[in-house]
Each structure stands twice: as structure tokens, then as C-alpha cells.
């Protein structure tokens, strides 16, 4: 092959790169638009995990209610409800969403209900490690996060565990998510472990909960 056929091959070609550069960019496009496909089937199949294994954890029929309004004191994590006595509900009956747990039902008048969230400083629940079974208690801070606490010191726990309610006294079924664990701290002079756990669910996000029956009975008291 002489220099010109080469160069003659070459000039050739030189109308087809566009086309190329053309088909290179739909190829571009085609395989982002898989990827997106792939993260939005992720996150339906993590969706559809969690709701399976909170309808697990809670059995029975529940009442929908939306947030009518939410307290302004800053440690006091309360909501009133648009659901009350004459929709069945009654106290202590327990607060979800798909997510988890969100809290628990202090007061129930006709139509409407308080309750008050996990996060309340008020707020109590049985805890338990979903990969190692260590069981604690749940207590609100009035803040963002909650404290883990009565540990052992050399409780098997690190961050990132799942923490789902223990099922022991109180209204709450075994099993229903709480919240991830964020921070530890080790006391070795009380000889116990504390840690510090994020809520599954956004709290000050939510509009609507599903309002379950207490796994205790409850005593309905209108006010």
C-alpha cells in the first residue's frame, strides 16, 4: 500500500467520525438511562423490604390520620392527630410509618388524638440489635437522635447496626425498625455502653402515620 492509498483511506474515513461521535453519545445516554433504571428498582426492592418487614412486626388493622399541627416547645416532640376516639383509636396505640417506628398515642378525644414522637424526652421503648440481639433501652433526647442505653461494656455493637423494638412491656410489637446506630461511647467506670441512634423515619418530614393497636390494651380516654 503506497502513502497516498493510506492517506486516501484515512481521508476516507473522516466523514464517518460524527456519526461515530453520534452513536458514542447515544450509547452515552442509553447506558445512564440502565444505570437510573438500576438505582430506581434498588431503592422499590429497599422499599418494598422494609414494608414487608414492618407488616411482619405489625399485625392487625390500622387507622391513617395526618398531622394536624405539632407542639413549639423545643424539647416536647408532639403531634395532634386528625383521628380520635369515634375512629377507634385509643392511648397507647402505636404510631408508623412505611419506614418505622414514629412514636405513640398519649391522649385520644372524639376526632382528634396527641401523641407524642420518639424523639419526645419523654419517649420510651424497649431496643434491640438486629446483628447481634444485644437489648437496651430506647429513650427520646429531645433533639434529632436518641440514646441506647444499658449496654453491657462489651456489648457486640458498631455503627451502622439496626436497631428494631425488643417487643418487651409496653405497646409495642417485637421487630418494627427504630433507627441506625450513629455513636458509642464505653464507660468503663459504670461498666456499660451508651450509644446514639438515628430514627429510621424522617420525623419532620411526615404528613400521615398509620395508627396501630397497642400489642397491651390500651385504655381510651376522651377528654
Known amino acids: 500500500m503506497t502513502v497516498i492509498q493510506s492517506v486516501a483511506q484515512t481521508v476516507a474515513w473522516l466523514p464517518s467520525l460524527p456519526s461515530l461521535s453520534r452513536e458514542q453519545a447515544s450509547l452515552r445516554q442509553a447506558l445512564t438511562a440502565r444505570q437510573l433504571d438500576v438505582i430506581q428498582l434498588r431503592e422499590t426492592l ?25 407542639s413549639l416547645l423545643p424539647t416536647e416532640h408532639a403531634i395532634l392527630l386528625n383521628r380520635g376516639q369515634r375512629d377507634g383509636l385509643m392511648s397507647e396505640a402505636i404510631l408508623v410509618d412505611r419506614h418505622g417506628l414514629v412514636g405513640r ?23 434491640l440489635l438486629s446483628r447481634s440481639r444485644e437489648a437496651g433501652l430506647v429513650i427520646g433526647t429531645g433533639g434529632t437522635l436518641l440514646e441506647f442505653i444499658y449496654l453491657d461494656l462489651d456489648a457486640e455493637i458498631q ?10 412491656g409496653g405497646p409495642f410489637p417485637k421487630g418494627i425498625p427504630i433507627g441506625t446506630i450513629v455513636r458509642i461511647e464505653r464507660d468503663e467506670r459504670q461498666a456499660s455502653t451508651k450509644a446514639w441512634i438515628r430514627p429510621a423515619v424522617k420525623l419532620r418530614q411526615l404528613e400521615e402515620v398509620l395508627c396501630l393497636p397497642p400489642a397491651t390494651s390500651g385504655t381510651a380516654r376522651e377528654d
Open 46 to 70: 429497599r422499599h418494598l423490604t422494609q414494608a414487608a418487614r414492618l407488616n411482619e412486626a405489625t399485625t392487625g388493622a390500622g387507622v391513617v390520620a395526618s398531622i394536624l399541627g405539632r
Open 159 to 168: 455503627a451502622g447496626d439496626e436497631v428494631v423494638t425488643a417487643g418487651i
Open 105 to 127: 398515642i398519649l391522649q385520644v378525644h372524639a376526632a382528634t388524638s396527641t401523641a407524642i414522637l420518639l424523639t419526645d424526652s419523654t419517649h420510651r421503648v424497649a431496643g
